[in-house]
């Protein structure tokens, strides 16, 4: 008996050992000292998750859990105990610069409230590789949804979401605690919920920007097709460039096409450049998602397309912020909805007419029918259809 609750003593010893060894490893202390060095953080404390709760979670990380993978790791879907649905997203290996990102992106996302970005439920850095908990997105991202053979998204959705997503990043640059760029904005990173709402995600590359600067210098990072030229060859990272960034994912919305596209010939492979040409050369609409043409009308798409290419301006100071994005989108929208409104009204008034013309026409051939009918029987005319007199109901038991 004494001999095994020793050896069951040592155990546990070596497994707290073990679990603080993982939590400096995957830059536990690093996080605390980040937070603690943040003047007036609004960041709030956000939970810490066992290895063993992970691990159930996943059932032990299964294959049919996994969401997604990417660089930085893989995304699992996991049951909590009080089934709650969540996202855990697991890094691949430990090496110093994945903990500096995985820190940088639980810092980011602790300092955001917003209900169009996903929400950072927790952590865990007592495994051998460091753990991201957020909420479980289920209807998947932009990307997926526009790219589709047969896109179930309308004008008024692609307004819609282009809005939600612009108000996240609009709240990132100018309304977070401390103002952050998120500087890998894509349709990838735009997910939808059960209730189609967007929701930015996928923090790991943003910056926290001091107060006193309007940029960061940074080794360039993001993603080909949606990366900022400016920001590239200046490596002045600011929040232009994911104005930059978005405007890429307008243009998806209104063409459909992809950022980048080898199959497309090299003067259309980049979406950007192709978007900008075709406006100059007056062939916008050759470019444009046909059911769009369709449902908006011509000032409409082409105040749709001129947002876009201000957005697409190479010197940042000539596009617009975040929040003027927002409020021209919502312009949009709202002008876009009265219109709809308007030929709705029209449509209801024509159908309404081409009945009544419909039913009058009926009358005027009842009584032709009934005006020769009179004429050729030679019987009275209070016999006739249009007759005004009213004859008693009889009782069919007479009969």
Not at 219 to 241: A, I, N, R
Not at 242 to 257: M, P, Q, R, W
Not at 273 to 296: A, D, H
Not at 363 to 370: F, M, R, W
Request: aromatic share 8%; with cysteine.
């Amino acid at each position: 008996m004494v001999v095994t609750g020793l050896y069951f003593s040592i155990q546990r010893r070596k497994l707290i050992k073990l679990r603080e060894q993982f939590f400096q490893q995957n830059g536990g202390l690093l996080m605390k000292q980040k937070i603690s060095s943040i003047d007036g953080t609004s960041a709030e404390p956000s939970k810490i998750f066992t290895a063993e709760e992970l691990k159930k979670a996943t059932n032990n990380y299964a294959e049919s859990q996994i969401l997604g993978r990417g660089g930085y790791g893989v995304v699992y879907k996991g049951i909590l105990p009080d089934q709650r649905v969540v996202a855990i997203k697991k890094s691949k290996v430990i090496d110093k610069n994945q903990v500096e990102q995985f820190i940088n992106e639980l810092l980011i996302v602790s300092q955001v409230n917003h209900r169009n970005v996903v929400k950072l439920l927790g952590c865990c850095f007592e495994s051998e590789v460091p753990q991201l908990v957020y909420e479980y997105i289920s209807n998947g991202t932009l990307f997926e949804h526009i790219h589709k053979t047969f896109s179930w998204l309308t004008l008024d959705n692609r307004l819609r979401i282009a809005i939600e997503a612009a108000s996240a990043l609009s709240y990132l640059h100018s309304s977070a605690s401390i103002p952050i760029i998120h500087r890998d904005v894509k349709s990838a990173n735009i997910l939808l919920d059960a209730n189609y709402v967007a929701k930015m995600a996928d923090f790991g590359a943003s910056r926290l920007v001091p107060f006193d600067q309007t940029q960061v210098t940074t080794l360039v990072q993001g993603t080909l097709g949606y990366l900022d030229p400016e920001y590239f060859h200046s490596s002045q990272l600011t929040e232009k460039s994911d104005v930059y960034s978005f405007g890429v994912v307008l243009a998806e919305l209104l063409t459909g096409k992809k950022p980048i596209c080898l199959d497309r010939s090299n003067e259309e492979r980049n979406l950007a450049t192709y978007f900008i040409v075709s406006m100059k050369e007056s062939r916008l609409f050759q470019i444009l998602e046909p059911r769009l043409v369709r449902e908006g009308t011509l000032e409409q798409l082409e105040a749709f397309a001129e947002l876009i290419k201000r957005c697409l301006c190479l010197k940042s100071e000539e596009r617009p912020s975040m929040k003027e994005v927002v409020v021209e989108l919502e312009g949009l929208r709202k002008q876009f909805k009265k219109d709809q409104w308007v030929n709705d009204q029209q449509s209801h008034v024509e159908s309404t007419e081409s009945l009544q013309s419909q039913e009058a026409r009926a009358d005027t051939s009842i009584e032709l029918i009934s005006l020769s009918f009179d004429d050729a029987s030679g019987i009275s005319g209070q016999y006739s259809f249009n007759c005004s007199m009213t004859f008693p109901v009889r009782n069919s038991s007479r009969y």
